[in-house]
């Protein structure tokens, strides 16, 4: 293989790879609906620590006194350590409200706007909606 032909498969390879990881990147108005806001109150079953977002699942009841079980869509880790947060802010059987925004086609699917902690503090969950806002930082 020639010089040439490895500066075009690296070439071909990079592209690849940035492709895949646009195509799992979407953006708040493509998956949410600003116009459905809606609050959890619940307890946390699972913090994942992912990218390209972390994600934290509740489980609250519904109306009726069912245990439904939601998935919140937060920031990227990197924003979320910029406030704070890390891998074990959230722990399971904590008692959280989650505020943000509800998916357009899945049921109990939601960007998390902000969470309310049970001493009270309200701290910014890195939604793609408003990624200007500034909140407290979580315990640690």
């Known amino acids: 293989m020639n010089a040439s032909s490895t500066r075009i498969l690296a070439a071909v390879f990079g592209f690849i790879l940035s492709a895949g990881s646009a195509a799992a990147h979407h953006s708040f108005a493509a998956e949410y609906d600003s116009n459905k806001p809606i609050t959890v109150k619940g307890a946390v079953t699972k913090l994942e620590w992912t990218n390209p977002h972390a994600r934290v699942q ?14 919140f869509e937060l920031g990227p880790p990197t924003t979320l350590m910029r406030r704070g947060w890390n891998r074990n802010s959230l722990k ?49």
């Open 58 to 71: 509740i489980e609250a009841k519904d109306e009726s006194g069912k245990v439904v079980s939601w998935d």
């Open 92 to 140: 399971p059987g904590q008692e959280v409200t989650v505020s943000g925004f509800l998916s357009k086609d899945e049921p109990h699917v939601a960007n998390a706007r902000s969470v309310t902690l049970p001493d009270g503090r309200q701290v910014f969950a890195g939604s793609s909606f408003d990624t200007q806002s500034a909140g407290s930082t979580p315990n640690q």
